[in-house]
């Protein structure tokens, strides 16, 4: 199995994610809190994403919240993208509000 570096264009915070793994399963593994997840399977939308560089392997996802546009502009739903190269990608919508925050020092979850 192959393991490539996802990399979250605004925050340079990098993750790695196998080609089988979603890139969504692969970010929430950073740990950031408030993460927006929904459905997993492609229909609700919140999990949107631009993959900005790299190649990736996608799954069916909803035509409401993904156009044909915006699969051919690289914007899709991160919980059914899978990385095919070492990934660039920016956050959209929802995602953008939790992946982006700013860690403030003493509010950082204890490990």
């Known amino acids: 199995m192959a393991y490539f570096t996802v990399t979250i264009e605004e925050t340079g915070e990098s993750y790695r994610c196998s080609e089988r793994q979603s890139l969504l399963i692969g970010m929430e593994a950073l740990g950031k809190k408030g993460i927006p997840v929904g459905c997993r399977g492609g229909g609700c939308g919140v999990c949107k994403v631009e993959v900005v560089a790299g190649e990736c392997q996608k799954r069916p996802m909803s035509r409401e919240h993904i156009s044909a546009e915006d699969e051919a502009q690289g ?22 509000k939790s992946v982006c925050r700013l860690q403030h020092p003493g509010h950082m979850s204890q490990s």
Request: glycine fraction near 4%; charged fraction near 25%.
């Open 75 to 96: 914007r899709l739903l991160a919980c059914c993208t899978m990385p095919a190269s070492d990934i660039k990608l920016k956050v959209l919508g929802k995602m953008k």
